[in-house]
C-alpha cells in the first residue's frame, strides 16, 4: 500500500550504497583493530614477572585452582617476558594517552566534514593513523613518553573519522535502511577489535619480527593499503558518485531529510546547546563510552592478571563477545527498520527500547561478573552476555544524531564524543588507581560496579528526555519550510507538521 502512494521510494536492491558502507567498514576494522591492538599487546611488553611480584603484590592468587575451566597458569614458559616495567599507574596514562588527542579533534572532524569533504576528512584521518602505528614499536623502545605522545597523535588524528562518517551517513543513508547501514559500517568497530586482539595475542608469543612490534606492523601496512580502496571506491554523496544508477539515486533522496544540493548554513550553537535531547543524548554517550573502554581497555588485564589465562586466550575471550555484538546488532537493526518502514511502531520506541535494552542488559551482566568470583566459566559467560546485548544500542542512541539533524550530524557527533570520550582516558586511570598494588576481585568488583551504576543511570536519562524528531535547529534558518528531497508539496507540508513540535 506504502509503495502506491511512494512509488519513488520502493526497496532498491544494494548497490553503490552499500560500496560505501562496506568500505567504511573496513575503515574502522582498520582504525579500531590500531586502536585495540596495545591493550593486549601491552600484556606481553610488561616484565610481569617484577611488575606483578613486587614486594607489594599486584597479581592474585584467588584465582590459581588448576580444576577451574580453561585455566591455565600465566606464568608456564610459553608466556614471554616483556621488556618495559611499566606500573599499573603506567598502563594506565599509556592506554589512555589515545584519548587526549581523541577528544580534541572530533568537533572540527565533524564540521570539516559537513563543509569541505567527509571523505577526505575520514580518509586522512585513517591514513596518518597508520603511519603513526608502524613507528610505535620505536617509540615504545626509545622512551615511554615517546610512545604516549605518539598514542595522543594517533588520537588526534583518529577523532574525525567518526564524525566524519556521520557526516556522509546523513548523506549516503536512506531513512528506511539507515539503521542496517549504520550498524553495517560501525559494526567495523567489533569486527577490528575480534580480529586485532587474538592476532595480537598470537603475533606477542612469536619471533615474527620481535614478538609484539608485529602486531603494529600488519595492521600499519593494512591500514595504508585500505586508503588506496577509499580514495578509489568512495565519494562525499551520492549525487557525485560515477557509477551509482538513476533508480539507485532516486531511491536514496526521495528517501531522506535532507537536501543534498543546497548549502549548508552556519550551525545555531546557541539552540543545540539548550536542547533537552540532546544533552540527553550526550549523557547516554558517556555511560555507553564509559562502559565501552572500561572493558575494552582493561578486560585483557582483568583475564591476564585475576584469571591467569595465557596469552592466546586472553586475545580470544576479550575479542569474541564482540562478535556476538555485531551479530545482535545486525538482527536487531534489520528488525527495527523492518518495523519502522511498515510503520508497525514509532522511530521514538524503536531508539528507546533498543537503547533500554543495551543499557540494562550490559550493566546486569556486569552485575552477574561481579558475583561470579572465580568461576571461570560464568565469568567468560556474563561478559559475552553484556557485550553481546549491547548490540542494540546501534539501533538507539547511535542513530540519534541523524534523527536530530542529519546536516549536522557530523558536528553532533562531534560534539558528543568530545564529552563522552574523555572516559577513554578517566576511565583507565581509575581502573589503574583501584588495583594498583590491588589485584583482587575486590577491586575489580568496584571497577565493574561503578560501570554498571553510570550505564544504566544514563539509559533512564535517555528514556525520559530524548527524541528522535528532527529539531528545529536542523532546517535552514533562511526558509520557513524544511525541505525533503523529491517530496511533494503536500507531503512536505505533512513532514512539516510531524516535525513541527520539536521539544514536544
Not at 549504520?182 to 569486527?191: D, V
Not at 514509532?346 to 533500554?356: I, L
Not at 528531497?485 to 505533512?494: D, I
Request: charged content about 10%; overall charge neutral.
Amino acid at each position: 500500500m506504502n509503495s502506491n502512494k511512494d512509488p519513488d521510494k520502493k526497496f532498491v536492491l544494494p548497490g553503490v550504497r552499500y560500496i560505501f558502507a562496506i568500505t567504511g567498514f573496513l575503515g574502522f576494522c582498520t582504525i579500531y583493530a590500531i586502536r585495540v591492538n596495545i591493550n593486549v599487546a601491552i600484556v606481553a611488553m610488561i616484565n610481569s614477572t617484577v611488575v606483578y611480584n613486587q614486594d607489594n603484590k599486584t597479581s592474585s592468587d584467588e584465582c590459581t585452582d588448576s580444576s577451574l575451566p580453561i585455566y591455565t597458569n600465566s606464568t608456564t614458559p610459553s608466556q614471554k617476558t616483556g621488556e618495559f616495567l611499566w606500573s599499573p599507574k603506567m598502563q594506565g596514562v599509556i592506554l589512555g594517552a589515545f584519548y587526549y588527542g581523541y577528544c580534541i579533534s572530533q568537533i572540527p572532524g565533524g564540521r570539516l566534514a559537513e563543509i569541505f569533504s567527509g571523505k577526505w576528512v575520514f580518509g586522512i584521518g585513517v591514513g596518518i593513523t597508520a603511519l603513526l602505528t608502524l613507528i610505535t614499536p620505536l617509540a615504545a623502545q626509545y622512551h615511554v613518553g615517546l610512545l604516549i605522545t605518539i598514542r595522543a597523535l594517533e588520537g588526534l588524528a583518529q577523532g574525525v573519522t567518526m564524525p566524519a562518517m556521520h557526516a556522509m551517513l546523513g548523506r549516503w543513508a536512506p531513512d528506511s535502511e539507515k539503521g542496517i547501514l549504520n550498524c553495517l559500517i560501525y559494526s567495523g568497530i567489533n569486527i577490528g577489535t575480534v580480529a586485532a586482539m587474538p592476532l595480537t595475542g598470537y603475533l606477542c608469543n612469536t619471533d615474527f619480527l620481535g614478538g609484539w612490534p608485529s602486531a603494529f606492523y600488519i595492521i600499519g601496512i593494512f591500514g595504508c593499503l585500505w586508503c588506496i580502496l577509499w580514495f578509489t571506491l568512495v565519494t562525499d554523496t551520492p549525487l557525485t558518485h560515477p557509477f551509482i544508477s538513476k533508480r539507485e539515486l532516486k531511491y536514496i533522496t526521495t528517501n531522506q531529510k535532507i537536501e543534498l544540493k543546497s548549502e549548508l548554513n552556519p550551525i545555531p550553537w546557541m539552540k543545540v546547546w539548550t536542547s533537552i535531547p540532546f544533552w540527553a543524548l550526550i549523557v547516554t554517550s558517556v555511560g555507553q563510552d564509559w562502559c565501552f573502554y572500561t572493558i575494552i581497555n582493561d578486560l585483557p588485564t582483568f583475564f591476564a592478571t585475576i584469571l591467569h589465562f595465557k596469552m592466546e586466550q586472553t586475545g580470544f575471550l576479550s575479542s569474541f563477545p564482540y562478535l556476538m555484538q555485531t551479530f545482535v546488532g545486525m538482527s536487531t537493526a534489520f528488525i527495527a527498520d523492518t518495523l519502522i518502514r511498515k510503520e508497525m511502531v514509532t522511530t521514538n520506541f524503536v531508539r528507546k527500547f533498543c537503547n533500554s535494552v543495551a543499557s540494562f542488559g550490559t550493566s546486569l551482566g556486569l552485575i552477574g561478573v561481579c558475583l561470579s568470583a572465580c568461576n571461570v566459566t560464568m565469568n567468560v559467560s556474563f561478559f559475552i552476555f553484556s557485550l553481546a546485548i549491547g548490540g542494540f544500542c546501534y539501533s538507539g542512541y547511535m542513530l540519534t544524531h541523524l534523527d536530530l539533524s542529519p546536516e549536522y550530524a557530523g558536528t553532533l557527533m562531534g560534539i558528543t564524543n568530545t564529552i563522552s570520550n574523555l572516559a577513554g582516558f578517566i576511565a583507565p586511570l581509575l581502573v589503574g588507581f583501584l588495583t594498583d598494588n590491588q589485584q583482587t576481585l575486590h577491586q575489580w568488583r568496584i571497577v565493574f560496579g561503578i560501570t554498571a551504576i553510570i550505564l544504566s543511570l544514563s539509559g533512564v536519562v535517555y528514556i525520559f528526555f530524548s527524541s528522535s524528531k528532527k529539531q528545529n535547529w536542523g532546517r535552514a534558518e533562511s526558509s520557513e519550510s524544511l525541505i525533503y528531497t523529491g517530496l511533494s508539496t503536500t507531503q512536505t507540508n505533512q513532514h512539516e507538521n510531524e516535525y513541527g513540535a520539536i521539544n514536544s
